[in-house]
């Protein structure tokens, strides 16, 4: 559908024959959707029963994702107990993979920087899921912050391995995804199809 409208964890998807769907969606779909409004997406989407009242009532909401890995990262990621599907999609405010990394890492720091996961939930998901989710993780994934730089939305493949290189040639994590961020920007309209090599280069270019 159509773009119509994204909220915090929300799209609204807007059809030819004039429905409108509401989707809830992780933080960091929701985040890079923000600034697509009226383009066509496809969403891998499965219905769940919200809980309402206490137990008494069951609501359906539509859950959608970027694709199949994206999708069942988070039916395994609601496993852990104390985080719910409405939680979970929440905290998931950076790419699968990288979350994933964290949990092989058992980095309780990175996972608990992250919305609505304090300390003893970050635990908790390191206990029940490692060793559970390794086929999501990014190899050189490096985890900065708890959400994407305002504006920046999720980075793609060839980013995350600048930010990985920047951080071997001894940059701050935090530090190297800003410089990736801010190469995309000067790349403006051809850096979602930028190599790792020409954000390297750009990034060299800002730091010098």
Do not use: C, Y
Not at 4 to 19: I, Q
């Amino acid at each position: 559908g159509e773009i119509a409208s994204v909220h915090e964890n929300t799209v609204v998807l807007s059809t030819p024959h004039g429905m409108a769907w509401e989707v809830r969606v992780p933080t960091v779909v929701s985040d890079a959707m923000g600034a697509r409004i009226g383009q066509r997406v496809r969403l891998q989407t499965f219905v769940s029963m919200e809980q309402q009242a206490q137990g008494t009532s069951f609501t359906p909401r539509i859950i959608g994702f970027e694709n199949e890995a994206q999708r069942s990262f988070f039916e395994r990621f609601t496993k852990v107990k104390g985080l719910g599907p409405k939680r979970a999609l929440r905290a998931m405010a950076m790419p699968a993979g990288q979350i994933a990394a964290a949990i092989r890492a058992r980095d309780t720091a990175a996972l608990a920087r992250l919305p609505e996961i304090g300390k003893r939930l970050a635990e908790t998901i390191v206990a029940e899921l490692h060793g559970k989710i390794d086929e999501f993780a990014d190899a050189d994934a490096v985890i900065t912050e708890g959400k994407p730089a305002a504006g920046g939305g999720a980075l793609n493949d060839a980013a995350r391995q600048t930010v990985a290189a920047l951080v071997r040639l001894g940059e701050q994590p935090a530090n190297a995804e800003e410089l990736v961020r801010r190469a995309r920007g000067v790349l403006g309209k051809t850096a979602d199809k930028a190599s790792a090599d020409e954000l390297l280069a750009a990034a060299f270019a800002l730091r010098a």
